[in-house]
């Protein structure tokens, strides 16, 4: 047993019976180093990587290789999902060095935390012209013991390449029109019109890059950002990527077709593309995005959930297969013979051609992955008529009692394992998209779900002075501070509930998270760090703008601080937002795939956001219409009039005794209304 044992880490928890001496993250650790002078050994990943476990396996549970680490390395293991900060400083220095990066991480410090070495996976055995993990172990061994002048200018002079990195981040105001036209072409000409998406494979859900289309598209009425949103989504509903028994969305498609997913499940891409679904069910009535945003939030709630009401992070890519063996995409395959033998000869020639299972097979050992292929001659759109026996026809029943017994015999298979730690941020966006979600289509045990996570965080996470911390596992907090995403995202989670409940108290639990960013993350010029400024130090403070699987901190904190301004007015938290968006005027336009919720924010920043005054019931017509609006980033408030929950619903009386709404945007409001149809074409967007 090593040093991991009673952490809140599941990835380190599943090291914790290593032969490998490790230590977590620490000055203890750094302090040994120097006592031993040795130089340090950090391995970074999480507990879905699927080729985390392969090194795992292969190096760090072999005795041999752990008794060689032991003897010349102090072995520091961290999960990048617990300490994003550590993640991204020797990220960096991967990426600057060897020109990509990935997960594990391998990278080689001295007791002052200065990297000298990278890498990734290494194998057990040199192949492919990568050396060998033992290989690697000796030559730094040795570079050590006798070139350590060498090492220390190496080290010395990455530290000083990263130190000297500045940001541009604009400075000359938020962007306008030009640049979010000039972002939408950079979009169109990296379209996959055959496919969806964007690039080629591997290809990831475009989530926030959607969220930006959808919103451009209401704010101008194009048509072309709608269409690419729409077919993008159909793509990937209709490909492996969507667990078409279970629902939810695996990590990655490793083709561009969307057929074969990197099976691992996280909860942020599931959170984030559930909004999509939600948000384009909310533009174009699809009956495909409906059910796949309500299947979506109802895997998390089903497989995510935890005890304390929070949601996990991830399951993983790989479990038990028939033979016993631990392998990806065990659990979600199918063979016809395994077809054949849960639904007999008839059924399942119905099930291999409705979800394009071959005798071929799309995957691994004449596996396939379940996809919903569609007919010849079926309409491409996402209307009510565009899913065979999905949405009505003379196969709906039977391809619903299908689907009812391959789930069923799914169930008794070995299960993915579960990363069961709550990380704020993710907590965030599931937080919004299922109040959205429960809001959008009658569905209040899913704005429930949403409310008890959002407890969770306030009971766990806040703490009496709303610093959060990053994550939690079964109801303790960790150790580690939060940091930039985790205000932006939980702020974000926050205000969708409260639009969606009427209870102004998540509005005032956002204001004080969005007060600590201003306080402690943001710096000259308006620019946003990832950590605070009372973080512990690293050899460089993390500072990344663009969106990698998740919003940019910078930018979550910009939407947030945006929509915090809208409903109360507040000056210094638009100028912050504004400010901040300063970066999506500088990347937007050359990188729009790598910054798209900084365009969603900039499209809601374009439109006002529009402020919407709700004095009448929560729930009612008037509400359900406003939350039903589709102006970019409009924000809804909602109470009997006279209340303090809000202080957008201060003086905004009934009208002839009738629940009222007042629309207003850039500091002139529309007349005050009763009648919903009224409400919702002042929302529509489109000028």
Known sequence: MNRLAGVTSPYLLQHADNPVDWWPWSPEAFEEARRRDVPVLLSVGYSSCHWCHVMAHESFEDEATAAYMN??????????????????????????ATGQGGWPM?????????????????????????????????????????RRDEVGEVAGRIVRDLSERSLAHGGDGPP????????????????????GGFGGAPKFPPSMALEFLLRHHARTGADGALQMAADTCEAMARGGIYDQLGGGFARYSVDRDWVVPHFEKMLYDNALLCRVYAHLWRTTGSELARRVALETADFMVRELRTPEGGFASALDADSEDAAGRHVEGAYYVWTPAQ?????????????AAYFGVTEEGTFEEGSSVLQLPGEAGESGGTGESGEPGRSGGPDAARAAGVRERLLAAREARPRPGRDDKIVAAWNGLAIAALAEAGAYFDRPDLVERATEAADLLVRVHMGPVARLVRTSKDGRAGEHAGVLEDYGDVAEGFL???????EGAWLEFAGFLLDIVLQHFRGEGGQLYDTADDAEQLIRRPQDPTDSATPAGWTAAAGALLSYAAHTG???????????????KALGPRAPRFIGWGLAVAEALLDGPREVAVAGPVGGELHRTALLGRAPGAVVAAGEPGGAEFPLLADRPLVDGAPTAYVCRHFVCEAPTTDPEALARALGGAV
């Open 339 to 351: 077809l054949r033998e849960v639904l007999g000869e008839e059924d399942a020639a119905f099930a």
């Open 570 to 584: 507040s000056e210094p938290h638009r100028t912050a937002a504004e400010e901040a968006l300063g970066v999506v």
């Open 496 to 502: 969708a509930l409260a639009a969606v409940t009427g």
């Open 106 to 146: 391998t990278v080689f410090l001295t007791a002052d935390a200065e990297p000298f070495y990278f890498g990734t996976y290494f194998p057990p055995e040199s192949r492919h012209g990568m050396p060998s993990f033992r290989q690697v172990l000796e030559g730094v061994t040795a570079a050590w013991t006798g």
């Open 176 to 195: 306008g029109e030009a640049e979010l036209a000039q972002a939408l072409l950079g979009l169109t000409r990296e379209y996959d019109e055959k496919r």
């Open 71 to 96: 003897e010349h390395f102090v072995s520091v293991k961290v999960d990048r999902e617990e300490r994003p900060d550590v993640d991204a400083v020797y990220m960096e220095a991967v990426q600057a």
